[in-house]
């Protein structure tokens, strides 16, 4: 049983280890792609073409979404879903860092790796999680555009929105892709949550659940 | 060109008005010069003259080292640093935000959406909130502008907490709930935790410290010494009753011979040196690094961090014993030699300064009684209260039990205490109570707090409400 126990917490203690260094991982893999995005002719005219021997900003956004994607539908996969299936005493929870065997949500975990990438002087780009029904008020829709890519999202399931806005004396090209269950995790976690308004949908898998929205200055 | 002063000086002497116009020269000249050597000399009283205004309570300490916020060198971006005291500000303080996890960090405000909100109140700026020498307008906290900051981003609060509903939009703070940076002790799912605790715990204790443990980098402790295993200089004057105080100590007992402290300039990792009377602080970092760096941080320290001379009561703002006006802060002000005496270093180190209504009062508190009956052997390990029990928190840190020597760590806010050590022997509520009763903290907690603070009960209804709405889901489907 001791000895049972003492290989759990080992477990644990890997598991949060290897969600570190992911976090690096995936900040370093994004980062990867910056200079890219810093080649000449990224201008607004620009923003959808193609200059000789660069990427435009919508390739450059495409490119770091996939990424993201990818991690983040692994974990709320193979991570957060499969603790679930399991039952295993470890489980995605909102208070996690200061509770006994519990690992970020899904969406605390892109929400951190979003942080690492805002702090590194070098990315050059943000991103960020809105939904229609944000059950974190933090992830609702800021501005107008953002307003109106996840209503072009709601409309056209499958499309991705593209658009470019001015904040603050600087502007911006903005890609929205849909954010979509694609864990059991989500949905479930999600329709039981207490925060869900009146409105809030009943979401099943691969139903749009918000925007993932990448931010480039340009 | 050269400037001819003779016929200058025989144009003085022959004016009728010469001795008139030597006199308003040298004046002027005494003037500048006394205002010119102010602004190039060091750390020193002659600045005096350029303090545009009094400073905090966190910073009057250090006010005369102007260097310390304002010169671009000192950042770590060089000289060319474009905002020199918000630079200022991070180099002390970045790390113990760190450390609070800090709920409004500047980089939170750094999406662009927030670009708006950032005109009104620039939240990414120490100084938008805490400006220095504007004592006119500071309030506790060292908090320069109107206490309503949180209404600019929180106004709607109450959509989604109706328990909010009708609060004062300048009570966020100031009631014992919220706290702009550090919300460790109050947070809503550490509020819950709490709930229901009663008012005096049935097991209260401090943690014991792990004083081997926790020594600095490859320092191990090694065989016990004796008087006679001394390692003095042959032709030192053997002092009996100071080797007897050292082998008495827990020095003595991990093998730590004179040499390892009276040898070496201080600097130095080394034991050959020439022998020092006088024993410098980085010998004491040497084994206890945590506790002299968290030292340098307090108020205690923070003139020692910066280059100047030690702080000593003379120069304090709160009440001090006169007699111990000029008595220099460092390790050895507490644990002197060759004691080491930390019973003396947690209380009566103290009060041999303080003199403040808080710090007279304690000998009569029901938490001194304790730590009078644990000295005297009739109370367990750990059950006593003494100055350092609060003010000196014992952390539970990688290496084992800590005891973090910056005395105002945990009172910035003062709430963090009740996490750090109140809640080892208190309820969480009656903690945090007894906390924001001024009345209380005066007296040091001789009566129980008058007012109750809500947000632990609220918390814990705000969770009952949402595991409410989530069975009823269960149930509905």
């Known amino acids: 049983m001791f000895s049972f126990l003492c290989h759990l917490y080992q477990e644990i203690d890997l598991m949060k280890r290897s969600l570190q260094q992911r976090l690096a991982a995936a900040a370093a893999t994004v980062c990867l792609l910056l200079p890219l995005a810093t080649l000449p002719g990224c201008s607004e005219s620009e923003a959808s073409s193609t200059p000789s021997g660069g990427i435009t900003p919508q390739q450059f956004a495409d490119g770091v979404h996939a990424v993201m994607m990818a991690d983040r539908t692994v974990y709320a996969t193979h991570v957060v879903t499969n603790l679930n299936k399991q039952d295993a005493p470890v489980k995605a929870f909102e208070y996690w860092e200061d509770t006994e065997n519990s690992i970020p949500l899904p969406a605390q975990m892109f929400r951190m790796g979003a942080e690492l990438v805002d702090e590194n002087p070098e990315a050059g780009f943000t991103y960020s999680l809105r939904s229609k029904w944000p059950l974190n008020e933090q992830h609702q829709a800021k501005t107008e555009l953002e307003q109106k890519a996840l209503d072009f999202l709601s409309e056209n399931p499958g499309e991705n929105f593209y658009g470019e806005e001015e904040l603050g004396d600087q502007k911006y090209f903005v890609a929205v892709y849909p954010d979509r269950a694609v864990a059991e995790a989500c949905w479930s976690c999600h ?14 898998k691969d139903d749009v659940m918000g925007g993932v929205l990448v931010r480039i200055p340009l | 060109m050269m400037i001819q002063l003779k016929p200058i000086w025989n144009a003085f002497r022959e004016s009728p008005h010469g001795p008139k116009w030597l006199t308003w020269a040298a004046i002027n000249l005494s003037i500048a010069a006394y205002f010119g050597y102010g602004l190039v000399a060091p750390a020193s009283s002659h600045k005096t003259v350029w303090l545009p205004g009094e400073t905090t309570h966190g910073h009057y300490q250090i006010e005369l080292d102007c260097n310390a916020c304002h010169d671009p060198g000192r950042s770590s971006e060089g000289p060319s640093s474009s905002d020199v005291m918000q630079d200022a500000c991070i180099r002390c303080h970045g790390e ?18 927030n670009a708006e909100r950032l005109k009104i109140l620039d939240a990414q700026n120490c100084l938008t909130c805490h400006q220095e020498h504007a004592p006119e307008q500071t309030l506790a906290m060292g908090l320069t502008m109107p206490a309503d900051y949180c209404w600019h981003c929180h106004q709607e ?31 809503e799912k550490y509020l819950d935790d709490h709930h229901g605790q009663s008012d005096h715990l049935e097991l209260a204790a401090l943690p014991r410290r792990s004083t081997a443990e926790t020594l600095s980098g490859a320092i191990r402790v090694q065989e016990p010494l004796a008087v006679a295993d001394a390692d ?10 100071l080797l007897n105080d050292w082998a008495t100590t827990a020095h003595a007992m991990a093998g730590v011979n004179c040499s390892h402290c009276h040898r070496g300039d201080g600097d130095s990792t080394s034991d050959d040196g020439a022998w020092s009377e006088q024993v410098a602080m980085e010998r004491c970092r040497q084994c206890h690094q945590r506790q002299v760096e968290s030292f340098m941080t307090g108020k205690h320290g923070m003139r020692l961090a910066a280059g100047l001379s030690p702080m000593t009561p003379e120069q304090a703002r709160l009440p001090m014993h006169a007699g111990q006006a000029h008595a220099e802060l460092d390790c050895s002000a507490c644990h002197s030699g060759h004691r080491f005496d930390t019973p003396f270093a947690a209380t009566d180190a103290c009060l041999r300064c303080h003199a403040d209504d808080h710090s007279l009062a304690y000998g009569d508190s029901s938490h001194a009684a304790l730590w009078r009956e644990e000295l005297a052997g009739n109370g367990p390990a750990g059950s006593g209260v003494s100055c ?17 020597h910056d005395q105002n760590a945990n009172l910035r806010p003062n709430e963090t205490m009740a996490r750090q050590v109140c809640t080892h022997c208190h309820g969480l509520e009656y903690s945090l109570s007894a906390l924001a009763d001024p009345q209380s903290v005066a007296s040091c907690f001789a009566e129980a707090p008058t007012e109750r ?8 209804e705000w969770f009952q409400q949402q595991e409410a ?6 149930n509905n489907r």
């Not at chain 1, 329709?191 to 099943?204: I, S, V």
């Not at chain 2, 350092?388 to 539970?396: I, V």
């Not at chain 2, 709405?469 to 269960?474: D, F, L, P, S």
């Open chain 2, 388 to 404: 350092a029990t609060c003010h000196l928190p014992r952390l539970d840190g990688d290496s084992g039990i800590w005891v973090n």
């Open chain 2, 453 to 460: 603070i809500k947000s632990v009960q609220m918390a814990h």
């Open chain 2, 232 to 241: 003095h200089p042959p032709s030192w004057t053997t002092d009996d009753s």
């Open chain 2, 157 to 187: 609060v109450a959509d989604s907490r109706p328990s909010h509903r009708g609060m004062a939009y300048d009570s966020c703070a100031t009631a014992g709930c919220h706290n702009y940076h550090d919300n460790r002790a109050l947070y």
């Open chain 2, 96 to 113: 113990q935000l760190d450390l609070a996890k800090d709920t409004h960090p500047a980089k939170k405000f750094r999406d662009p959406t």
């Open chain 1, 191 to 204: 329709n039981d949550h207490p925060n869900r308004g009146d409105d809030y949908p009943e979401f099943a």
């Open chain 2, 469 to 474: 709405k989530r069975a009823a889901r269960r």
